[in-house]
């Protein structure tokens, strides 16, 4: 593969609704483009795109890949990113290194979910973006009907490109309503060519090219000067125009096509090139210079202080960890010594190579704005940046979302347990949306992901790569006990073996408190000796670790020691001890004890159609709405408490009740009594367990 400048490189994001034919669309452009011989199908499993086993098997993108293309002397890296919402984590890495975007729309569904979010997404980014309609191939397709719901849906900045030629099976192409020109299907030679001629009496032109005409006249007041005038744009003018307006965001261009006939391809491959950045068409790099806590600019060019961003990590069991990488300035070789600013280590680069899927192309450099991949930098992880060892800067850190839902993992066998901990510090490297957690309360291993089906392709992932076999169930919950009243008890602690006997005696007050816990003593007269005072608080915290209605920890206790005795024999501070936890058991029972819940703070955001579904489903859930608040989107932010034992299914109900629309955040605030009803169940459950 050949060396390429900034200005000759297009790095794009592949964004859509799952379904919608991205995957098919990259490979028909690889064909197109020479890089292979025919189009794989994501229903066969052979797409350069989808490789892994667990892809294959969903038939479904859960990994960006890395698609390079040479096209007409210069370089595409397309990124193939996942549709499926799980897997936003990929999406927001790709975008982070990607200076334009391609949304790919199924002609046949409309606007998806995912189309949505895609460009939601964009817009946050403020990306150049083409929005392409596939599929226009099948049936029940409305295309000016399309247009107008993308128009309503996105605003005035949707302008269509196209207009196609036929419909269903008779689609045969379609016209460029930017040079007027036609693209029809030679199903001889399974693909598009330029016509000269069209059937001018299939083409609906309508107002499409006024609308497109009326927006390269408002990109330039000259050009608006000319247009009001009544004088004809030329060819170049509205190339220009275009490309500035799709450029700064004021401008999306609707494209059409079929990736499974080849209709459309090289289009969208010519006109990424005219009308989306290189790298150095727009902001310049910044960072912090870590030496300084200062802002520092890199400029996008060969002989600029190398600097770079990881932006994924493949973690391959036989090959080891793969860092994929976008140089923001400068350039690197072979060999060469980089520095990481993250970690403070220096490292070593070994052999450079492009990815295509999971091919390796090897090569001795990779310069400004373009992405690579190095092998084995141990010291190095998904977000750091890579830069010279004499010229120091930090790339802004890749934004992951937090898990939001949690399962207990546990390994089948003790081969399994010996081996869980390296193969899952391996898949932490690899997946930033994906956490790890030792819960030492309830002694359960915790993984927390985006949803359910991220959390089953880890575990088959440790299956398939790792061999270690796990069990998911749902967590068991951090429960607490604690007082509602006072008491005043007796324990007392009394032994006699023949030689030297014990004896602890201990009168104590429980009460509530604010406090986790307080030991106060109010001995009078020596009753109980200075030196088994620390015995008696000591037998007291080990005895709240197991309160007595079904064995969770005691909080918010007041415990005052009052009054005892002692044998100046038998006494000592084990029996002290004993005699403390043998107050706290009668006097716990006797001071009303009641179950607490552990209570998360959640934060909602959904389109405000669905606010009141969300609402009634908090109501059933215990859950209390604290307010609402409206977001610029037009969507609304929902602010509510609820128990977290009604919480952990939760991001996969709040899937469905939106279609996927909505997203949550979710974390711990404080303990509350659970009402009756439910602590009886939860102790019956405790009691069985234990008989």
Known sequence: MNNYSADKIRNISFLGHHGSGKTTLVESMLMTTGAIKRIGKVEDGNTVSDFDKEEKKREVSIYTSLLPLEWKGHKYNILDTPGYFDFVGEVNSALRVSKGAVIVLDASSGIEVGCEKAWKL???????????????????????????????????????????????????????????????YNKDKNTCEDAEIWPEKEVKMGDYRDMLIESVAESDDELLEKYFEGEEFTEEEIHSALRKGVINGKLIPVLIGSATLNVGTETLLNMMWDYLPSPRDLETPSGINPDTNEEELREIKDDAPFSAIVFKTIADPYLGKISLFQVRSGMIKKDDEVYNPSTKEI??????????????????????????????????????????????????????????????????????????????????????????????????????????????????????????NIELSDPKIAYRETIKES?????????????????????????????????????????????????????????????PLAGYPVVNLKATL??????????????????????????????????????????????????????????????????????????????????????????????????????????????????????????EEEKNKTA
């Open 122 to 184: 964009t817009r946050k980014r403020n990306t150049p973006t083409i929005l392409y309609i596939n599929k226009m191939d099948k049936e029940n397709i409305n295309y000016d009907k399309l247009i107008g719901e993308l128009k309503e849906k996105f605003g005035k900045a949707v302008i269509p490109f196209h207009i196609p030629i036929g419909k269903e099976n008779e689609f045969k192409g379609f016209v460029n309503i930017v040079d007027m020109k036609a693209r029809i």
């Open 487 to 547: 008491s005043n008890v007796q324990g007392k602690h009394k032994k006699q073996s023949g030689g030297a006997g014990q004896y602890g005696d201990v009168i104590i007050k429980f009460e509530p408190s604010e406090e986790e816990f307080v030991f106060e003593e109010k001995i009078f007269g020596g009753s109980v000796p200075r030196q088994y005072i620390p015995a008696v608080e000591k037998g007291l915290r080990d005895a709240i670790n197991k309160g």
């Open 347 to 468: 490292e070593k680069i070994g052999s450079l190579f492009m990815l295509r899927g999971k091919e390796q192309i090897e090569v001795n450099e990779i310069h400004a704005g373009d992405i690579g991949a190095v092998a084995k930098l141990n010291n190095t992880y998904t977000s750091n940046t890579l830069c010279d060892k004499n010229k120091h800067i930090i790339y802004e850190d890749i934004y992951f979302p937090q898990p939001t839902l949690f399962m207990a993992a546990k390994p089948m066998t003790k081969n399994d347990e010996e081996k869980i901990g390296q193969a899952f510090q391996k898949l932490l490297e690899e997946d930033k949306t994906f956490s790890v957690e030792r819960n030492n309360e309830t002694k359960e291993l915790l993984i927390g992901g985006q949803g359910n089906t991220q959390l089953e392709v880890i575990k088959n992932k440790l299956k398939n790569d790792f061999g270690v």
């Open 562 to 683: 009052l009054d005892g005795s002692y044998h100046p024999v038998d006494s000592n501070e084990m029996a002290f001890r004993m005699a403390a936890a043998l107050a706290f058991r009668k006097g716990i029972q006797k001071a009303n004890p009641v179950l607490l819940e552990p209570i998360m703070k959640v934060e909602i955001i959904i389109p405000d159609d669905y606010m009141g579904d969300i609402m009634g489903d908090m109501n059933k859930r215990r859950g209390r709405i604290l307010g609402m608040e409206p977001c610029e989107d037009g969507s609304q932010i929902v602010r509510a408490e609820a128990p977290q034992s009604e919480m952990f299914k939760y991001t996969i109900d709040l899937k469905s009740m939106t279609q996927a629309r909505g997203t949550f955040l979710m974390e711990f605030v404080r303990y509350e009594e659970i009402p009756e009803h439910i602590s009886e169940k939860i102790i």
